[in-house]
């Protein structure tokens, strides 16, 4: 499909934009890092949620912000939002002030000290506990030492951002079908991914040597749905669904459309550009996220009917039938 602008920056007709790894992997390379300082700020000032809900990002119609910092004895509430249309970090504190630090033009390190100096500004005091990239190839590397990332391309950003946001309303529809617990649709700033988890009420025991975050995160038997703009590894954006724990003899199941497929690591993958140059973008990405989590909700024994809720209706009366992907 030819794209066509519809609008101020880089926005498209196309309902899944192409981006190429290559293209934009110095500014993914920097914006990764910007995410995971503003990400340790949440961590700081964040009240606690299950599964780590309280630092991970929601989308918006101009980037993705934290949710409200701060607590109601240890204020100012606050948020940090990335505006990928004024190409700015934006930090609002709820005694009307704000803050502003620009995305181009600057280093990692010259970032960081910039939004550390910002949310000084706006009235919040806080220590990041380990300022330096989580899981990262330059893990030991302080923020405020890292010259070496500093490319920003507001062009690229704002297309990988528009990816993201049509990715994440179709994981809002996917989300919509469970009528379970439910995890919001939030961006992971150490894994730099997108997803939503759905859980059973049945509790792991992950061993007390495992670290911290996993064990917070992997608490409960989950299937998750997810997408992932890749790295040196898998360099492509890529859509993706698990189950934790994988029940025995998933993999062997057929899974849905023909291009996705199993990989050594325990998810299914399906490849962006095959979703976004399918007859059916939506469609197919649905396709997929249903399929792996009918298959993984019966081998471990969810009762998937009852947890169903089409069109995120529970309403006895509006209620239509069981899908026909869950019989």
Same mark, same amino acid.
């Given at each position: 499909?030819?794209?066509?602008?519809?609008?101020?920056?880089?926005?498209?007709?196309?309902?899944?934009?192409?981006?190429?790894?290559?293209?934009?992997?110095?500014?993914?390379?920097?914006?990764?890092?910007?995410?995971?300082?503003?990400?340790?700020?949440?961590?700081?000032?964040?009240?606690?949620?299950?599964?780590?809900?309280?630092?991970?990002?929601?989308?918006?119609?101009?980037?993705?912000?934290?949710?409200?910092?701060?607590?109601?004895?240890?204020?100012?509430?606050?948020?940090?939002?990335?505006?990928?249309?004024?190409?700015?970090?934006?930090?609002?504190?709820?005694?009307?002030?704000?803050?502003?630090?620009?995305?181009?033009?600057?280093?990692?390190?010259?970032?960081?000290?910039?939004?550390?100096?910002?949310?000084?500004?706006?009235?919040?005091?806080?220590?990041?506990? /380990?300022?330096?990239?989580?899981?990262?190839?330059?893990?030991?590397?302080?923020?405020?030492?890292?010259?070496?990332?500093?490319?920003?391309?507001?062009?690229?950003?704002?297309?990988?951002?528009?990816?993201?946001?049509?990715?994440?309303?179709?994981?809002?529809?996917?989300?919509?079908?469970?009528?379970?617990?439910?995890?919001?649709? /939030?961006?992971?700033?150490?894994?730099?991914?997108?997803?939503?988890?759905?859980?059973?009420?049945?509790?792991?025991?992950?061993?007390?040597?495992?670290?911290?975050?996993?064990?917070?995160?992997?608490?409960?038997?989950?299937?998750?749905?997810?997408?992932?703009?890749?790295?040196?590894?898998?360099?492509?954006?890529?859509?993706?669904?698990?189950?934790?724990?994988?029940?025995?003899?998933?993999?062997?199941?057929?899974?849905?459309?023909?291009?996705?497929?199993?990989?050594?690591?325990?998810?299914?993958?399906?490849?962006?550009?095959?979703?976004?140059?399918?007859?059916?973008?939506?469609?197919?990405?649905?396709?997929?996220?249903?399929?792996?989590?009918?298959?993984?909700?019966?081998?471990?024994?969810?009762?998937?009917?009852?947890?169903?809720?089409?069109?995120?209706?529970?309403?006895?009366?509006?209620?239509?039938?069981?899908?026909?992907?869950?019989?």
């Amino acid at each position: 499909m030819a794209e066509t602008s519809v609008g101020p920056g880089t926005a498209t007709a196309e309902v899944l934009p192409s981006l190429p790894y290559e293209a934009w992997r110095p500014t993914k390379e920097t914006l990764h890092r910007y995410s995971q300082i503003i990400g340790k700020v949440a961590l700081a000032k964040g009240i606690r949620r299950n599964h780590w809900w309280h630092m991970t990002y929601r989308l918006t119609a101009r980037g993705w912000t934290t949710v409200p910092l701060g607590s109601a004895t240890d204020g100012p509430v606050f948020t940090c939002e990335f505006d990928f249309f004024d190409h700015v970090l934006r930090i609002a504190a709820d005694r009307g002030i704000e803050a502003e630090v620009p995305l181009g033009g600057q280093s990692v390190a010259s970032f960081y000290t910039e939004s550390m100096r910002a949310l000084r500004d706006v009235g919040v005091d806080l220590t990041i506990a /380990q300022p330096q990239p989580y899981k990262l190839p330059d893990h030991k590397r302080p923020f405020d030492q890292d010259e070496e990332h500093h490319h920003y391309d507001p062009e690229a950003a704002q297309r990988a951002f528009r990816v993201l946001s049509q990715v994440g309303r179709i994981l809002e529809e996917h989300s919509a079908g469970y009528s379970g617990k439910t995890s919001p649709v /939030q961006f992971f700033w150490h894994s730099f991914d997108l997803a939503v988890q759905r859980f059973s009420d049945r509790r792991l025991s992950p061993p007390a040597t495992l670290e911290a975050p996993t064990r917070e995160s992997y608490s409960r038997e989950q299937i998750s749905a997810g997408f992932w703009y890749g790295d040196d590894t898998v360099p492509a954006p890529t859509f993706y669904s698990y189950a934790h724990p994988e029940p025995a003899g998933l993999h062997e199941l057929p899974i849905r459309p023909d291009a996705a497929h199993w990989v050594e690591a325990g998810s299914a993958y399906y490849a962006y550009d095959d979703a976004r140059t399918s007859a059916d973008p939506v469609g197919s990405t649905l396709e997929f996220f249903r399929s792996v989590y009918a298959n993984s909700a019966k081998l471990a024994g969810w009762d998937a009917p009852a947890l169903a809720c089409p069109g995120g209706i529970t309403d006895p009366v509006l209620a239509g039938p069981t899908p026909e992907w869950l019989e």
